[in-house]
């Protein structure tokens, strides 16, 4: 009983002590926070405190120091360039070069007018009877027309050209050539030349190709019985009284007959 009752007291004095010593440290910590807010700084006047100097770092010696790591600066690359763009290539029109390589194998000649109006027409006729023939389409037909111009006909075309404002076409050029190179007065003049033709001296040969020129200038389209006669109108009076045009199936015939009967009065 005696030594509980001891036990008993020695707790409670240990209890009350730590008690204790939990009041006095509650109240020494109020106490500092009181003195802090109260207290100001103390600070001198007219005196600045030095700044901080950097302290080196210290180097031990015989011990390498690791190498100072660089940052990468950023680097701002410039915009992407354009994409490039495939180049546009213009699509082969396979109908002009179908009429190209048909006009190359028709071996047609170029041709630079003069003012003969017989050569002009021969050359226009010729070109066109070709591109009737290959069925040339009609927009192309100007153009291939152009590369068959040379000489004076092409520098007149040229200069035609740059006096319109508007395209022209291929009826342009054919109305243009034909007013320029075979105006309505010399067409008249070839007519009447055509219509009152005779051999006179000349050969026979050379009566048929003045006839076949002159021929292209008439305004009738004539069959080969008119041509017969008017050829053998235009004989001399000892080839014509010879021979009857009955006989006779066509121009050519006729003029390959002659021929052999001139020769054959020549040589008498």
């Known amino acids: 009983m005696v030594q509980d009752a001891a036990r008993q007291a020695a707790q409670e004095a240990v209890q009350q002590a730590v008690q204790e010593a939990a009041r006095v440290a ?46 990468p600066r950023v680097f701002q690359f410039p915009p992407p360039p354009p994409p490039v763009l495939p180049e546009q290539i213009p699509e082969v029109d396979e109908t002009l070069m179908r009429v190209m390589r048909q006009m190359k194998s028709m071996d047609l000649e170029t041709f630079g007018v003069t003012m003969d109006h017989v050569n002009a027409y021969n050359g226009k006729h010729r070109l066109v009877t070709c591109l009737e023939t290959i069925k040339c389409p009609l927009r192309l037909c100007l153009n291939i027309t152009e590369l068959y111009l040379r ?18 076409t291929y009826q342009d050029f054919l109305v243009a050539f034909d007013k320029n190179y075979s105006p309505r007065e010399a067409l008249h003049q070839k007519k009447n ?76």
């Not at 000489?151 to 022209?168: E, I």
């Not at 004539?222 to 017969?228: A, G, R, S, T, V």
Request: net charge negative.
């Open 151 to 168: 000489g004076d006909a092409l520098v007149w075309w040229d200069v035609l050209r740059s006096m319109c404002h508007d395209d022209l």
């Open 26 to 71: 509650a109240q020494e910590v109020v106490r500092q926070m009181a003195a802090a807010q109260q207290v100001p700084p103390v600070q001198v006047q007219g005196h600045q405190q030095p700044p901080i100097q950097p302290v080196p770092p210290v180097q031990v010696q015989g011990q390498q120091q690791p190498p100072i790591q660089q940052v």
């Open 193 to 268: 030349a055509f219509e009152h033709l005779s051999q006179c001296t000349r050969s026979v040969r050379e009566y048929e190709w003045e006839f076949c020129q002159l021929r292209l200038f008439a305004v009738n389209n004539f069959d080969q019985e008119d041509l017969i006669r008017r050829f053998l109108d235009g004989m001399r009076v000892d080839l014509r009284g010879r021979y009857n045009m009955v006989t006779y199936t066509s121009l050519e015939d006729l003029v390959e007959k002659a021929a052999v009967q001139e020769a054959c009065i020549t040589e008498e």
